[in-house]
């Protein structure tokens, strides 16, 4: 059985129901029927398109019906809820996926408690540890491997299959709901878990409780439960942004949740993460192609300046530090890029994702539940540390810095844990001094910023708990059993949801401006239309606006709104953009016309020159084209660039030696394949055929143009040369010639 299939059959079906197609819904639900394996699934088919017939006998007979709305609504639940049904009956058959066979194991272990049907809470089969833990009064043993310890570890792994691995929740889930979140006997970290639970099996079985219930562990504020009940609630309501306005009970609650003084811009926060994700494999790519192999090509010089030779072996303690921005100040480019990183970095980007992808493997990962633990001091894993022979005396201190470091999610402060003891004692040494530092460093930077963001901590554990479920998606190996939440375009503010959650105009500006400046112009342009709408006399946004067309090439559209823009307020800017979508849609003169107006408010502007002498040259007139260009040589003496324009204009007006002199001095610097060719008509049109073709296959040869290009740019070339009186006879010998010459 294809289950990919399935998966795409099931989306099919939620799409067709939002478009209202029902009958095209219900045509491929009767195909997943053939498939399944419970019976009852075919008379709940069956009454559905009952019930939709008589609704269709109705209507077009015109009997009114009261309750066709209700009705209708009703029907498209049941729809989706049977698609869902359908789905997980087919998949937990014929994937065999490790979801499926944990809950198969799960399922054996409740029949063996004697009771195989969970109606109440008294049915689970961990109910009898659930209970005695619950009536313990004293805290749980520190002792990893006490008897005690092993029992509440096992709850744990339980209570989090259950509450992730049940379709639909009853009676028995919310009462154990209830226990985790009024008993006060699970602890913040292990809350936790238990959302992490909830939200994946929300995002495999929609239901309406689930999402109701990581609302109301949002509103208990436990801080780190909250935020993450919010993630997990928003990645919901994303997911299933075709079906959320068939369920009011959801809708209103978010609305209702929306008047309240810190909803919506933590909305806003988690939204403006999750999409920050994106940047994540361009980060990736950045550290592994362009950075790191830079650094490295730095290592020689790096040695030197540091002296490692005499620091490494003999005192590890020196006291000098080096000054690394001077260090890297030599090599400018990378000196720039790092400082961008780092910049990101403070803004919530992963950029550790790479630097932590191979240290995954450890045993700690192949345990589901603990890609989604919180990182705390008090974790077992710390005795690994504390057993350590130079790590040991340093362990609170590591674990303490680990804890409040806001820059790695809580996945990779496991995985630098549990490689630790791999490493070097030399380097287990300098890790503990680097701890030591960065431990100072929070707090400094805690008293430093307490009260200037309230929304600080929100933020940094939203982003930390994203980038824990983004590793879960890009690098666990169950990976393949979910789909990924992080491919796509992410337009979360596109939702339903965001449009409930997040009604201010504020919210959506400033997701617009964010896009906006990491030239992600495409989602830009999306809000800035909506924008627009409600704000017509805004000129920054028509201006905003052509711009993000102008990015995707749309000169048409990007033309528009520039206009638009100059109609309400006239800038030099807008003028420069109107002449730029105008010339690259082939309307030279009007272009031209902008140009020259824009001249007129802002002369010194060389850039407006030289698009002037452009649109000149694109007309011929080659005369008017060289007294702009000469303006910008006047202004910029040393720019070479300049020199090309006024070389082959003089060529144009047949003035060879003039053109001669600057292609000389732009020689100076570094030729194209288009100079090289320019220079053979030079010589061609002098009567120098032999040194024609010596210029042809320099530009050739320099890799930038094939012979096939060439060719092409020589025939467009071919009415400028016969206007300068060359032999058109001469031209099939001496291409013949050429081509002879570069086998």
Partial sequence: MDTSKVILQHKRICKLVSDKKIKQSLDILEDMILVSSLG???DEYNNIVMTYRNMLTYTIEGIHDPERSRVYLKLKQSILNLADRLRQD???RYSGWHTYWVRQQTMKEQKLSGKSLVETVDDLMFKQELDEWL???????PDPESELSLKHKELIRKIFNHLWLTD???????SLVEIIMKSGKFRWYESSIF???????SLRTFQVNKLMNLIRFYEAGTPQVME???VGLILNLHYYDSRILFYPKITDRIKSLSNTANFSEHCRIIVLQTIRSRETEDLSRK???????KVAKLKPRIEEKLDLDDILPGDIYGEKNPDWSKMFSESEEIFKTMEELTNLQMEGADVYMSAFANLKHFDFFKVFHNWFVPFHPDHEILNEIFNDEILGPGTNELAEALYKTPFICNSDKYSLLLNLKYLPSSQKTMMLKVFRMELDGLEQLGVEETGSDPYKTFRTNVTQYLQDIYRFYKLSPYRKEFEDLFSGKLDIYNSEFFRIACPSREAEAGLAEYFFSKNYFSDALDIFLRLAKSDPDNSQLYEKTGFCYQQEENYGEALKFYQRAELIERKVWTLKKIGLCLRRLGKTEEALDHYLQAGMMDPDDMHTAIMTGHCYLDLNDYESALKYYFRVEYKDPGNLKILRPIAFCYFALGRFADSEKYYERLA?????????INRGHLALCQGRGKEAVDFYRLGINSGQITKEKFMNIFEEDRPLLLSLRVNPDDLPILLDYLLFSIE
């Fill in 168 to 174: 639909y929740y009853g009676d028995a889930e919310e």
């Fill in 40 to 42: 009852e699934l075919r």
């Fill in 287 to 293: 550290l592994h192609e362009e950075i790191l192999p």
């Fill in 228 to 230: 993450r009940a919010l």
């Fill in 90 to 92: 087919i998949l937990s």
């Fill in 135 to 141: 009536k313990l009064t004293t805290e749980i043993c």
């Fill in 195 to 201: 959302i992490s639970a909830m939200t994946l099996s």
């Fill in 668 to 676: 100076t610097g570094k030729l194209n394949a288009y100079d090289y």
